[in-house]
């Protein structure tokens, strides 16, 4: 699986930006997609999930501003980010989680792929 996101850039507080993520390989459709963002130096951290059954969830310091969807026609994840904050400055990354379950025997595969991150970019 190889995912390609896009859509960052410099934009003013108070402002929209909008990513996406295209996915090729893989069954795009069976995925929980997700935005992460990682401050340099820390670990990433969860700003958004959809589930594969479309059910979105966010970090609550994006709750009533951003919004996550997805076009399984298109294998594409967005993340429209709208009231955007200079602390919103930070590389985000999209991910594809995916767990598939065996009963003979019992097994449990898990898949995990990264985008290769988009800049975003907040002014005071």
């Known amino acids: 699986v190889q995912l390609q996101a896009y859509g960052g850039g410099l934009v003013q507080a108070g402002g929209s930006l909008r990513l996406s993520c295209v996915a090729s390989?893989?069954?795009?459709?069976?995925?929980?997609m997700a935005w992460y963002r990682q401050d340099p130096g820390k670990g990433r951290d969860l700003v958004a999930l959809?589930?594969?059954?479309?059910?979105?969830n966010y970090a609550d310091s994006v709750k009533g501003r951003f919004s996550i969807s997805r076009d399984n026609n298109k294998n594409t994840v967005f993340l429209q980010m709208d009231g955007l904050k200079p602390e919103d400055t930070v590389v985000y990354y999209c991910n594809w989680h995916h767990i598939d379950w065996t009963d003979d025997p019992p097994r449990k595969y898990e898949y995990e792929y990264w985008g290769q991150g988009t800049q975003v970019t907040v002014s005071s």
């Open positions: 959809i589930t594969s059954s479309g059910r979105p």
């Open positions: 390989g893989g069954t795009f459709s069976d995925a929980d």
